[in-house]
């Protein structure tokens, strides 16, 4: 499965993006999907997960209320909707998809995609 993620961006803080993530893969609506990051000399960290049918969602607690992971799986798309992005929001972020249900470990998710800058300035 080869997820392809949208490309990121500069932004200042409190502006908004979103980014989306693809596949060709027709099963990819059974899928649980997941998004991660990786700031600058950090390790990589959850940020949100979805069910392969959008019943289940989970983020981190630094981006609830400000980030939404959705899906729409007539698109083979899983998106991330960023809010209110903040400086710290600055990472290079995964998007990642697996057959094991939604999951904050990153060792559950088979495959990933690229990865995508985003960078906040203040």
Known sequence: VQLQASAGGLVQAED???LSCTTSERTFN???AGWFRQAPGKEREFVATISWNGAIRDYAGSVKGRFTISRDNAKNSVYLQMNSLKPEDTAVYYCAAGVR???VSASVYQY???GTLV????
């Open 30 to 32: 059974s899928y649980a």
């Open 101 to 103: 249900g939604a999951a």
């Open 119 to 122: 960078t906040v300035s203040s």
């Open 16 to 18: 908004s993006l979103r």
């Open 112 to 114: 990933w995609g690229q």
